[in-house]
């Protein structure tokens, strides 16, 4: 079992910078690919961001390329998503997730996912 506890969200202007962290509970954080995911209203889920348990390997959603960064502390049970050059379209519920996906296409699913945290609301304005 993984809990996740999500925070850093918050409401900041366009062009600025929020650092959302994700805590996790549980020995096995480490063998466990991690994802950031984002829900805006009266939208699907959609992927955000992937990092694989050993952080060698990351993948972005192409319209947070270069402004995103996703990484992990093994040492801390903690996954981090630093979002920079914010945009109004990131307005949304940000969640972290931990599961097994066996490749990068799937990393990019929700159902290869095991375990989600709440969320956290991220709100950019214009």
């Known amino acids: 079992q993984v809990q996740l506890v999500e925070s850093g969200g918050g409401l900041v202007q366009a062009g600025g910078s929020l650092r959302l962290s994700c805590a996790a509970s549980g020995r096995t954080f480490s063998s466990y690919t991690m994802g950031w995911f984002r829900q805006a209203p009266g939208k699907e889920r959609e992927f955000v961001a992937t990092?694989?348990?050993?952080?060698?390997?990351?993948y972005y959603l192409d319209s947070v390329k270069g402004r995103f960064t996703i990484s992990r502390d093994n040492a801390k049970n903690t996954v981090y998503l630093q979002m920079n050059s914010l945009k109004p379209e990131d307005t949304a519920v940000y969640y972290c997730?931990?599961?097994?996906?066996?490749?990068?296409?799937?990393?990019?699913?929700?159902?290869?996912?095991?375990?989600w945290g709440q969320g956290t609301q991220v709100t950019v304005s214009s």
């Open positions: 990092i694989t348990w050993s952080g060698g390997s990351t």
């Open positions: 997730a931990a599961g097994r996906p066996s490749t990068r296409v799937s990393a990019t699913t929700t159902r290869w996912y095991d375990y």
